[in-house]
């Protein structure tokens, strides 16, 4: 008998969700303290360290706008193929666009 593969979450994202080796000091307390205002644009950039508020690894790199807040995390509108989406993020995993 066959086992069914496992399709998690994180599957197929072993390179796009790995963290550099040794990086230089990062402050995470600071990014997750980061405010935006709606309609400031910011690109998806998933951080794997943390785990609450992460979106689905399609959306990696993807750029939006946000279009609200939906308790501690915003709403990212973006444009996937023909549709609009709307992505609910942490501000970790979200770095503005300058």
């Known amino acids: 008998m066959k ?14 969700l790995k963290k550099k080796y ?3 000091r990062t402050n995470l307390i600071r990014k997750i303290m980061q405010e935006f205002e709606e309609g400031d644009r ?3 950039v998933i951080d794997p360290s943390f785990h609450d ?3 689905h690894p399609r959306f990696h790199g993807r750029t939006g706008s946000i279009e ?9 509108k973006i444009r996937d193929g023909g549709k609009i989406k709307h992505i ?3 501000p970790v995993h979200l770095r503005r666009v300058t």
């Open 3 to 16: 086992m069914k593969r496992s399709r998690g979450f994180r599957s197929k994202s072993r390179s796009k």
């Open 22 to 24: 040794r990086p230089g």
């Open 42 to 44: 910011v690109t998806i």
């Open 53 to 55: 508020g992460m979106p």
């Open 68 to 76: 609200g807040m939906q308790g501690n995390a915003y709403i990212v």
């Open 88 to 90: 609910i993020s942490s």
